[in-house]
């Protein structure tokens, strides 16, 4: 076994993050697969998703802001998965804080991209999968499943872009029944997520919320 070997996580394992049970309920995956360190799933997390088309001035935003994040030493969770996702893991993979990367399929035989191994040898980032080793595609279902997982294990989540009526605002609308804490940036293109009752993302970061 290599050091970047996956492991698994059975539920009722003390390195289970019990919040995948709570808010996913029938649902719950009960072994999860892992590559890392596991203990980053008992850190307090903030959880990210963003549609794939996002406007211009939001990118920007959101690359300031999760640079400010990643002083903050916050832990991030995401699939990472969009264009904007993926930009936000570049900025946090260059700082010291714990990730968390959850891909949407099965990671027995994944190939560990070359960004991934200094991190993962510092045991600050983690990549943990729900599906089993037979679910080996990315499908629009596996995705949103597995935003679902992510946004369960996380404690807060920002939301920079939802584009209304998208995958992505559902979530949004899930996540606020379960009560979570959900930020956005406020802008006009946030109109959909304001209305909602979503909050200002430098709330949290001003406040050194974690």
Same mark, same amino acid.
């Given at each position: 076994?290599?050091?970047f070997?996956?492991?698994?996580?059975?539920?009722?394992?003390?390195?289970?993050?019990?919040?995948?049970?709570?808010?996913?309920?029938?649902?719950?995956?009960?072994?999860?697969?892992?590559? =890392?360190?596991?203990?980053?799933?008992?850190?307090?997390?903030?959880?990210?998703?963003?549609?794939?088309?996002?406007?211009?001035?939001?990118?920007?935003?959101?690359?300031?802001?999760m640079?400010?994040?990643?002083?903050?030493?916050?832990?991030?969770?995401? =699939?990472?998965?969009?264009?904007?996702?993926?930009?936000?893991?570049?900025?946090?993979?260059?700082?010291?804080?714990? !990730?968390?990367?959850?891909?949407?399929?099965?990671?027995?035989?994944?190939?560990?991209?070359?960004?991934?191994?200094?991190?993962?040898?510092?045991?600050?980032?983690?990549?943990?999968?729900?599906?089993?080793?037979?679910e080996?595609?990315?499908?629009?279902?596996r995705?949103?499943?597995?935003?679902?997982?992510? =946004?369960?294990?996380?404690?807060?989540?920002?939301i920079?872009?939802?584009?209304?009526?998208?995958?992505?605002?559902?979530?949004c609308?899930?996540l606020?029944?379960?009560?979570?804490?959900?930020?956005?940036?406020?802008?006009?293109?946030?109109?959909?997520?304001?209305?909602? =009752?979503?909050?200002?993302?430098?709330?949290? !970061?001003?406040?050194?919320?974690?």
């Amino acid at each position: 076994m290599t050091r970047f070997s996956p492991y698994r996580i059975q539920q009722g394992e003390s390195n289970y993050p019990s919040f995948v049970t709570k808010y996913l309920q029938e649902n719950t995956h009960r072994t999860l697969t892992a590559i =890392g360190n596991s203990k980053i799933l008992q850190n307090k997390a903030l959880a990210v998703f963003c549609s794939n088309k996002c406007p211009g001035n939001i990118i920007l935003k959101t690359h300031d802001l999760m640079k400010q994040i990643r002083e903050k030493g916050i832990t991030v969770i995401s =699939g990472f998965h969009s264009a904007v996702e993926r930009e936000c893991l570049n900025i946090l993979l260059k700082g010291r804080e714990p !990730v968390i990367i959850c891909p949407a399929r099965s990671i027995d035989k994944m190939r560990i991209k070359t960004e991934y191994k200094k991190p993962l040898e510092d045991r600050r980032l983690l990549i943990v999968s729900p599906f089993t080793a037979k679910e080996k595609r990315i499908s629009s279902e596996r995705a949103n499943e597995r935003n679902r997982f992510a =946004g369960a294990i996380a404690t807060s989540i920002f939301i920079p872009y939802a584009e209304p009526n998208s995958n992505t605002e559902k979530l949004c609308r899930e996540l606020l029944t379960w009560n979570k804490p959900v930020f956005t940036i406020q802008t006009g293109s946030a109109a959909n997520l304001i209305s909602l =009752g979503v909050k200002n993302i430098e709330n949290l !970061v001003i406040a050194g919320a974690y």
